[in-house]
Structures are given as C-alpha cells and as structure tokens.
C-alpha cells in the first residue's frame, strides 16, 4: 500500500517556464510534507516543506501548496532552470516520529 | 552545519563477501539513523530505523540477519551487508536526525556492486 504517490514519473518543461510537480497521499495522520531534490548517484537534499497546518509555503522559486482536504501537494518552481533537472521525491512525515516515507519521484528535465 | 558522511561512496564486492557501509554525523550528534535502500527508477526505501544504543527496527521484509546494523555512538551507524549477493546490489542512503526543522540531513549514498 502506497501511502504516499507521485503519479508523474517524468516532467520536461522549458527553460523559463513553470514546472509544476504533484504529489498525493492517503494517510491523514502525515502532519508534515517535505520536497528533497536527487541528483544521481547522491544523496537526497532538503527543497522545501510545509506542515500541515499551513496551505503554502514559498522559498523563493519554490513554492509548495499543501490541500489537505484532497490529500494532495505540488511543487510549484518558477522560473525552472536547466539546473533544476533532477528528481524530485516528495516526502511526509506521522506525528510519531522523523520516519519519512517517500513517494516514487519525478524526474524533472529542464530543457534550455 | 548537520554534515553527514557516507563512506564508500561505492564498492564492488564478490558474491558471498560482506560490506561495511559507514554514516557519520560530522557536526551534531545523531540520535536516530535510517538505512534506505533505491532500486533502479524506484523510490528510497526504508530498510531499519537506529537509535543510539539499542537495537535497530526493521522494516517489513528487511532481512535483519543479512542487514546487520549498528549504532554505537551518536556520531556513528553502519551497514554491514553479509553474505552479499548480486540481487543485494543497490544505492545505499543513510539519514540521520534530529537536526532541526526538516528532522533529517542524508548522506551521499553507497553505490554497491555484487558481482
């Protein structure tokens, strides 16, 4: 059972544009949601995140909106640059603790 | 600050040997360490959960005898993969926490071969 999803496995935008990265969840004790950029062959770094008790959090071209009567979050960077191009895992987190449980990622490709 | 270190960055081993992979909080001392796992094209799995002194908790279908890991210190986990085979071929992550808001700094991952 996937408790968390991201149903685009992949997303190509042009340089400039919105990209925009979705994600879904179905367990309604998650109280904080979490955005970690992957580039390959290393580790996860921290993007951004939002608890659940807020509806947005912006971090200068990332912004992440959190819906909690759809269990839903997206990534919003605007503008994208060629180096965005990574994959994205969204990440949520129970009140019971730091345990993450990750979606299945998107990759994200900026083309110039 | 809230540097982790993972140590190798990767390793080829031959079938049957064991591998120890390192993760050290460089800067704050880690409390809880995670182990995860990623299969090609797949998302990060969690493999075990340690805390500083007492035994790791593992995840469903993680096998805790093949998967030994140990959390000595509060700066200190490893993985010891034993008896490696090539189905045990994989990236390696460590995480360790807290270390503030966001609860976790990974470290650079393990890139293990089994040939």
């Known amino acids: 059972d996937q408790q968390v999803k991201q149903n685009s496995p992949s997303l190509s935008v042009q340089e400039g544009r919105i990209s925009i990265l979705n994600c879904d969840y179905t367990n309604s004790m998650f109280d904080y949601f979490l955005w970690y950029k992957k580039y390959p062959a290393e580790g996860p770094t921290f993007l951004i995140s939002?608890?659940?008790?807020?509806d947005k959090n912006e971090d200068g071209r990332f912004t992440v909106f959190l819906n909690k009567s759809a269990k839903h979050l997206s990534l919003h960077i605007v503008p994208s640059q060629p180096g965005d191009s990574a994959v994205y895992f969204c990440a949520a987190r129970g009140n019971a603790g730091n345990m993450l449980t990750f979606g299945g990622g998107t990759r994200l490709m900026v083309k110039p | 600050g809230a540097v982790v270190s993972q140590h190798p960055s990767w390793v080829i081993c031959k079938s049957g040997t064991s591998v120890k992979i390192e993760c050290r909080s460089l800067d704050f001392q880690a409390t809880t360490m995670f182990w995860y796992r990623q299969f090609p094209k797949q998302s990060l799995m969690l493999m075990a959960t340690s805390n500083e002194g007492s035994k790791a908790t593992y995840e469903q279908g993680v096998e805790k005898d093949k998967f030994l890991i140990n959390h000595a210190s509060l700066t200190l986990s490893t993985l010891t993969v034993t008896s490696a085979h090539p189905e045990d071929s994989s990236f390696y992550i460590c995480?360790?926490?807290?270390?503030?808001?966001?609860?976790?700094?990974f470290g650079s991952g393990t890139r293990l071969t089994v040939v």
């Open positions: 939002i608890s659940s008790i807020k």
């Open positions: 995480s360790a926490g807290p270390t503030g808001p966001y609860g976790y700094t």
